[in-house]
């Protein structure tokens, strides 16, 4: 086996990735529905599946992986041979399983393959939903494979930087002193002044490259601060392309802006070169009596060479970091966008995770509300004070030709100074670089995420865009699931005929309510509403003319209410009427308006239908949700007796429940 695969898999079954394996595991059962779900690795060069759960004990203890042809899988193998997705809700009567599956407690299985760029890594398995699995399971556990990829795919990554790390036997020690340096500044001013014994020059400087800029790192002899654009560097450019030591003839023009001002001299550029990647280079400025030969070239070319692994073994470590630090953030991420119900409480727990995975310094999320043609922002991280309020008034037009692209999935990129990101597409006084990801599932759009740079050296390419975007599927998916989850709760807590709330949403929203009360000392005052002669409407006209009867006292208690109250069926031709931060005499003269409401409006075929009411207030009536509605279905049952279409209201009844009540103002 390749070691690009045999390490991952060691890593994955041995090291401290177990909790991401696990949190796309218990995500994508989640997603799906699913009793359970599994990983397991693909090794294309032995054609064999790699699992086995780890289980984490004494250092010393060896964890044997369970790796078995794929032959012995038909399904597996079908999935692998195909790049499909396959979805088997009998596995026992499915010739590609055998018969046993189902003594095995089987019942179901979705496998959907694990893929990063055309290659397969491994398998992701969903085994029994009730209900068996649909064709949506598979388009969400297909999205959600795209995690389990980056955590593979990074892993990966991380052995090849380990590996790139080891220098060479014969800088040993210079290498030390460079990697034992604190910050890459002091590093290079260390290889400066080392050069300087040995070479006795007037001034030097390093600069190092980030995207189209190159910028002083260290310098002796002149102003530690500069930066020139690489498309106006002149000779220096041409010397990192053609990645060889060299005298600078324009170097009088260039000087200043590397901080080297009123400084003369003959001038060598040696590239900082790792692998025939370019970092940024070594600028020395000779007296001007001293003509730079083979020699200085040779010296100039090792320090720089010494210099250059430096700045390699810093950047492996901060890939090493990265690529940890994204596998950590796709699996908190998952598991955010697995377990949040609200789209705005998920994606403000999510933007401080987008920003520390990009390396931005700013991050804005935006969502589209419902039929709505632009983007609004709904959380934000790494932002000022002065910054968040311009940030809430600010929106994305994705209809407009420069954000066009979000339309299409397609993430939109503004940085360089060739393509500045524009300054109506973003909030902030500053930014070098700006990449907006779209949120979108099954080709909506349902949001976008904005993440800014206001430093040259965060530069966004092509691997950080793909695990942006991987990372902005998950989250998109834990929106729509998130908004799924809204819709399906409200249905649970509405009664179907009056599309009001039903009794279950009207205990909860009345013990919340009566906490509050608690906490402020605000009244409130609860009205129970029963429909007069129903059963008459009913045996007269029917029971649909009783459904419009109830409907009616419905939209009359509806029309009523204010945004605070909370109006609820609460049994067969019962309603009950919260009205947080209402009196006792409030509480009356609102039932009073809705039930002259009532009286004085007729129905077709039924003509009047008339309501009785109920009326108890806390704290005077009852300090408890109990006693509160038993007072006021008290009231109510006197309001009754009373002769109908009154609101009786009085002093609360002792003892056990009561049959009689002071008529108030009915």
Avoid at 84 to 110: F, I, M, Q, T
Avoid at 116 to 143: C, Q, S
Avoid at 451 to 479: M, N, Y
Avoid at 499 to 515: K, S
């Amino acid at each position: 086996m390749s070691l690009e695969l045999v390490e991952p898999s060691l890593l994955l079954l041995h090291e401290d990735v177990g909790e991401n394996y696990d949190a796309v595991a218990r995500s994508a059962a989640a997603a799906v529905g699913a009793e359970t779900c599994h990983l397991a690795l693909y090794d294309a060069e032995t054609d064999e599946l790699i699992a086995r759960r780890p289980s984490y004990g004494a250092a010393s203890r060896s964890i044997p992986q369970y790796r078995f042809p794929i032959s012995q899988a038909p399904a597996s193998a079908q999935v692998v041979r195909t790049g499909e997705p396959y979805l088997s809700n009998e596995p026992a009567s499915d010739p590609l399983y055998e018969r046993s599956v189902k003594d095995r407690g089987v019942h179901s299985v979705l496998t959907v393959p694990v893929r990063h760029g055309g290659h397969i890594l491994g398998l992701l398995y969903a085994i029994n939903k009730p209900g068996g699995f649909t064709a949506e399971d598979v388009r969400t556990l297909t999205a959600l494979a795209g995690a389990a990829a980056v955590t593979i795919e990074n892993i990966r990554l991380y052995v090849e930087e380990r590996d790139r790390r080891v220098l060479s036997e014969s800088l040993r020690d210079v290498s030390r002193a460079l990697v034992g340096t604190l910050s890459e500044q002091s590093a290079l001013s260390t290889v400066l002044d080392q050069m300087w014994r040995v070479v006795r020059y007037q001034a030097a400087v390093a600069v190092v490259l980030e995207g189209r800029v190159l910028r002083v790192a260290a310098s002796r002899g002149g102003d530690p601060v500069g930066e020139i654009s690489l498309d106006h560097a002149g000779d220096l450019r041409a010397t990192l392309l053609a990645r060889k030591t060299a005298v600078l003839t324009d170097a009088a023009t260039r000087l200043a802006r590397l901080g080297l001002r009123g400084t003369t001299g003959r001038t060598l550029a040696a590239p900082l070169l790792t692998r025939d990647e370019v970092r940024g280079a070594i600028i020395v400025v000779f007296d001007d009596e001293h003509v730079p030969g083979p020699s200085d070239e040779r010296v100039v070319g090792a320090f720089a060479d010494h210099a250059a692994l430096f700045l390699e073994a810093g950047a492996l470590l901060r890939k090493e970091r990265q690529a940890r630090a994204r596998a950590t953030a796709v699996a908190r991420i998952t598991r955010m966008a697995a377990s949040r119900h609200e789209p705005e409480s998920l994606l403000q727990a999510v933007a401080p995770e987008l920003l520390a995975a990009s390396g931005a310094d700013r991050t804005v999320v935006y969502l589209r509300p419902s039929r709505a043609q632009v983007l609004t922002a709904v959380a934000w991280g790494g932002t000022t004070p002065e910054e968040e309020d311009k940030i809430t008034r600010h929106v994305l037009e994705p209809g407009t030709p420069l954000l066009a692209a979000l339309l299409k999935g397609a993430p939109v990129l503004f940085q360089d100074e060739d393509n500045p990101p524009p300054a109506h597409v973003h909030p902030f006084a500053e930014a070098t670089s700006l990449l907006i990801v779209p949120l979108g599932v099954r080709d909506q759009l349902l949001g976008a995420v904005s993440l800014v740079s206001t430093r040259r050296k965060v530069h966004f390419d092509g691997p950080a865009i793909e695990f942006l975007g991987d990372i902005a599927q998950q989250v998109a998916l834990g929106v729509e699931n998130a908004r799924l989850f809204l819709a399906l709760s409200q249905m649970a807590s509405t009664d179907e005929l009056t599309q009001l709330a039903n009794r279950r949403r009207f205990t909860e929203a009345l013990r919340r309510e009566l906490g509050r009360a608690r906490r402020t000392g605000l009244p409130l005052s609860l009205v129970l509403v029963d429909v007069d002669h129903l059963k008459k409407v009913n045996d007269t006209f029917g029971h649909p003319a009783g459904d419009s009867a109830i409907r009616h006292v419905a939209g009359a208690l509806r029309e009523a209410r204010r945004d605070t109250d909370v109006v609820a069926r609460f049994g067969g031709e019962e309603f009950a009427l919260l009205l947080p931060g209402t009196d006792h005499l409030g509480a009356i003269k609102a039932a009073e308006r809705v039930r002259v409401r009532l009286s004085t409006t007729l129905m077709d075929l039924v003509g009047q239908v008339t309501a009785s009411m109920g009326v108890a207030t806390w704290p005077q009536d009852g300090a408890t949700e109990e006693r509160l509605v038993w007072v006021a279905d008290q009231r109510l049952y006197a309001a009754k007796e009373g002769g109908r279409n009154r609101v009786c209201g009085g002093p609360p009844p002792e003892g056990a429940p009561e049959t009689g009540s002071t008529p108030g103002a009915g």
